[in-house]
């Protein structure tokens, strides 16, 4: 697979394969669009396995993202024995190690994908801490562009993030309206854009 998409992306603009492999392949619009920008047709395979070894050192920081945000009265040092817990129980859930080290189509899948989820539920959280990146409406638009690239990366995924788009638009019908506008917004992004990759 990766040898695949190295070999499309040298045949046209990476605009131009990100179209045809939305409308003729797979519809994953930020999957792809981060399979085909940084595959083989570097010519340099030095930099392909850079590339795959730092998705592995993100993924593994936004593990102690989500755990610091979650738990923040944790001890660090029990923050970094869980969060290597949980990498260890990623790796040993791979069929291969390879999988989660040098195979691009799994890193970006489903590594990456998750990588993005794990900092999206940390902001969420401090999102309703009121612990926020700037300001709220700052917070608030970062929350719904993350979303937008999850929804993108994998089908299953995609429908995982509606699932708790929906729940989160239940949840506010309950609460005060401060933010159920924001929650009913993210509602409609989740439901446009898995539509968008559906079809």
Known sequence: ???SFGYQAKQ???FDI???SYFYSNGLYSGSFFMFLFPISLNELLYYRLFLLSCFVLFCF???YFINTVFPTVKQMEKIIISLFFVLTVLGS???LSEAFYWQTSVIYYQLSLTFVLFYFGSLVQYFQQIFIFNKIVHQILLVLMLILIIGMKESIALIMGFVASLLFYYSQFKTKENKTFLTL???VALVFISILVF
């Open 1 to 3: 697979d990766d040898l």
């Open 186 to 188: 993210q509602l409609i």
């Open 12 to 14: 046209a603009p990476l």
């Open 62 to 64: 936004s593990i102690f």
């Open 94 to 96: 791979t069929t291969h």
């Open 18 to 20: 990100l179209v045809n």
